[in-house]
């Protein structure tokens, strides 16, 4: 039984140098990943729908000091659940959360520092976990190819920011 528990482990540990795909299964697994960043974070996503992953994304942008870029789907931006324009509120001056959208998004990928990669649906809706696997790609080249990648989109989507229009009070109708 040791050897199984070892075997296992150094195969955990090679997959996590190796850059070979390792299966998360918790937003947890999601969250921690993001709490490891230390410089940028780049997001591709239809939408942002799990709490857990805003939250460590606003920890990492208001306490870790860490950018943030979120390309997301035009037609999503705006729905109930999405985090996206909570998110786009809380950037600064010298530390601002960078939102875009593009039309059809159809996967989501979060690299860490250009040197980890997070494909599927933990990263956007983790209601829908279990149809689409999620993995971490721990190899900085991959990580590098999606951020070439990630930059091309970037610069054919349009820039977003949330804005709040004050509320309009008429006398019951009329003028």
């Known amino acids: 039984m040791k050897r199984v528990i070892l075997a296992l482990s150094a195969l955990s540990s090679l997959a996590f140098s190796s850059g070979i795909p390792v ?13 490891s960043a230390r410089t940028r974070i780049l997001v591709l996503a239809p939408s942002l729908r799990g709490r857990a992953v805003a939250d460590a994304l ?25 985090f996206v324009p ?28 250009e040197s980890r990669t997070v494909f599927g649906a933990l990263i956007a809706a983790p209601e829908s976990f279990g149809l689409q696997p999620t993995r971490l790609v721990n190899d900085e080249t991959e990580a590098r190819v999606q951020a070439q990648m990630f930059a091309a989109q970037w610069q054919r989507a349009t820039p977003w920011s949330y804005r709040i229009t004050p509320a309009r009070f008429t006398n019951g109708g009329q003028k």
């Open 23 to 35: 299966t998360l299964e918790r937003s947890a697994d999601v969250t921690a990943l993001i709490g």
């Open 58 to 82: 606003r920890k990492v942008l208001v306490e870790g000091g860490v950018q943030v870029s979120i390309l997301c789907d035009a037609n999503l931006i705006t729905e109930r659940s999405s």
């Open 86 to 113: 909570m998110l786009s509120v809380l950037g600064t001056r010298k530390l601002p959360v960078e939102v875009r959208l593009l039309r059809d998004v159809t996967r989501a990928a979060l690299i860490v520092d």
